[in-house]
């Protein structure tokens, strides 16, 4: 990469990508799909934050809430209040589902940008996964419930009869590159994020850009914990709008 | 950022094959996206459906219907508390409505007593009053009657000393005392003088 060759010319080092390494957590072998990783490691601290705010968090059952307790109101009463929204009554059955998918991406990126941590949400077979699952679903969901009327999606009945197979064309591709635009959305997002703050991090090893260095740091990370719930609500906000679509197809 | 990730794409075949030499020197592997490393997928995303598997487990037996019932729960108590406060508030409206028509009464009872009490005293005092304007007139009445009788008495007094006088005063004249005579005079000379 560019930095790399920039960084030997001047003697620094830059390796903004180490981060998203997956490493074993035991010794250095070979990463088998059962190896527990450094992404094993996080995937299982963002479990059990979650576990923690949710239901450890809950336990007292207070009407008076404890401050965890509103914490974890207000996460589901957000959540509750975007799907209900978004695809109405009677996309709150897949609440749960999507209360997950929401806790999960915004506890992955928040704890990502803990120093030495590694985000989960920054892989695109994370992401891609966690598209992939909602795209499948929701089509598999959207046949289910409507039958062939799901296909009346893709057939705009507003637009003029010539303009319709044109139309249902560019309906099936942006159907289809939903789940792509959708995981690398959140995967590109975090990774640019956590590798711009590297490298302006790099930069601190000269003395005199140093205090310039650590404000862009300080800054960027700022924006990134901006981002990092942004990106979180806009995956979720996304899943319910798919899902509004395979209950309600009609435009 | 679509550059980016086509270089990497490029260089990711062949790191796919040092993947598990370059495990251990992770500077060698910086020059690629660890993102597209795919022998990592299997990995990641076993543990990712371990991971959502339990995170969907718990939250949808455990977390979310707790919340959900401490969140109804809420609502009905504070639907409940509301219902109350409405009962004490028309509670509070009907005591204070007894206590300003008790309020009333006393006052239209404290003044009833004013009255009678006032219409007592009135009579007791008219009652004294008469009584001592009879009393008055009685002793004036008697003090006239004593101051007559004086008069009277002083009357009787002067004509006895005028006719005594009278006659002593003819007698030493060497006059013969003619009673009758005396007494007419004394009679005519005293009218007027003693009225």
């Known amino acids: ?251 | 950022m679509i550059s980016l990730l086509e270089t990497a794409a490029a260089t990711a075949a062949e790191h796919t094959e040092e993947a598990a030499a370059a495990a251990g020197h992770g500077a060698e592997q910086s020059s690629g996206m660890p993102q597209l490393d795919f022998s990592t997928f299997p990995n990641q995303i076993f543990w990712l459906i371990v991971t959502l598997a339990v995170l969907y487990w718990v939250l949808s037996r455990i977390a979310l219907p707790r919340i959900a019932a401490v969140l109804s729960d809420r609502q009905g108590a504070v639907t409940g508390d509301l219902m109350a406060a409405e009962e004490f508030k028309q509670k509070a409206k009907e005591a204070e409505a007894a206590y300003d028509k008790a309020l009333a009464d006393a006052r239209t009872e404290a003044h009833k007593i004013v009255e009678a009490n006032r219409a007592e005293i009135q009579k007791e005092l008219d009652a004294a009053i008469a009584h001592a304007d009879s009393e008055i007139a009685a002793r004036t009445a008697e003090s006239e009657k004593r101051i007559r009788e004086i008069r009277e008495s002083a009357a009787t007094d002067a004509r006895e000393v005028a006719r005594d006088v009278t006659a002593e005063l003819v007698r030493s004249f060497g006059g013969n005392v003619d009673q009758a005579a005396v007494d007419s005079a004394v009679e005519s000379r005293l009218k007027g003088a003693l009225q």
Request: net charge neutral.
């Open chain 1, 1 to 251: 990469m560019a930095s790399d060759a920039h960084g030997e010319e001047t003697g620094l080092s830059f390796h903004p990508m180490d981060q998203f390494l997956v490493k074993p957590l035991f010794g250095t072998g070979e990463v088998h799909w059962y190896t527990p990783t450094n992404v094993t490691l996080w995937l299982f601290i963002v479990a059990a934050a979650i576990i923690a705010l949710l239901v450890a968090g809950t336990r007292g059952r207070a009407i008076v809430p404890s401050r965890v307790q509103s914490v974890a109101e207000l996460a589901y009463g957000m959540t509750y209040k975007m799907v209900e929204d978004v695809t109405g009554k009677d996309g709150l059955k897949y609440f749960p589902y999507i209360m997950t998918l929401f806790m999960f991406i915004v506890f992955s990126n928040m704890l990502g940008l803990l120093p030495k941590a590694f985000t989960v949400t920054s892989h695109i077979a994370v992401t891609g996964v966690l598209a992939l699952a909602v795209f499948v679903s929701v089509t598999v969901l959207g046949f289910v419930k409507n039958g062939t009327h799901f296909l009346g999606l893709f057939w705009v009945t507003s637009a003029p009869l010539v303009l319709r197979p044109i139309l249902a064309v560019i309906e099936v591709i942006s159907y289809f590159v939903r789940p792509v635009s959708h995981s690398i959305r959140l995967a590109g997002n975090m990774m640019a994020g956590h590798a711009v703050m590297k490298v302006f991090a790099g930069f601190a090893a000269i003395a005199v850009i140093s205090p310039v260095s650590i404000l862009a740091v300080t800054a960027m990370y700022g924006l990134e914990v901006l981002v990092a719930f942004i990106q979180a609500y806009v995956f979720t906000i996304l899943t319910c709008v798919y899902l509004k679509d395979a209950l309600h197809p009609q435009h």
